[in-house]
């Protein structure tokens, strides 16, 4: 039954963060290639998370592959903020447990600030 769980649950991986996504604007010219920074959103913090494969691991209540939401914000206060800003755009590993976080280089760090901020105002 354990392997049964954990085949469905590194299936369920393996699909929320297979999602092809795009990661830069790249312009050719006649010589290089110039990578764009990702466009900022006027998305709200839990609008972006909904665009993103992020409920595939994460959700609000309960732990799922990676913390809640409301883990996190009991474990970070605003001063983490850049730093969580650039575990969601570079991804991570080993603070919650073996699985890693896929980043999500097509975040800019204006967005991933904005997510953030909707993750921490999750506080129990």
């Not at 006027?42 to 913090?45: D, E, H, P, R």
């Given at each position: 039954?354990?392997?049964i769980f954990l085949a469905g649950a590194l299936?369920?991986?393996i699909f929320s963060c297979s999602k092809k996504e795009n990661t830069?604007?790249?312009a050719a010219s006649s010589e290089t290639a110039v990578v764009s920074e990702p466009a900022k959103s006027?998305?709200?913090?839990d609008q972006i998370i909904e665009t993103l494969d992020c409920s595939g691991c994460h959700s609000v209540t309960e732990r799922m592959i990676g913390p809640s939401y409301q883990e996190i914000a009991g474990r970070y206060s605003e001063k983490d903020m850049d730093m969580l800003a650039s575990k969601i755009i570079?991804?991570?590993s080993g603070v919650w447990g073996g699985?890693?976080?896929a980043a999500h280089p097509q975040v800019s760090k204006?967005?991933?600030k904005k997510m953030v901020e909707y993750i921490l105002s999750q506080k129990k």
């Open positions: 039954m354990k392997n299936g369920l991986l830069a604007d790249v006027n998305l709200s913090g570079e991804g991570g699985v890693p976080m204006e967005d991933a």
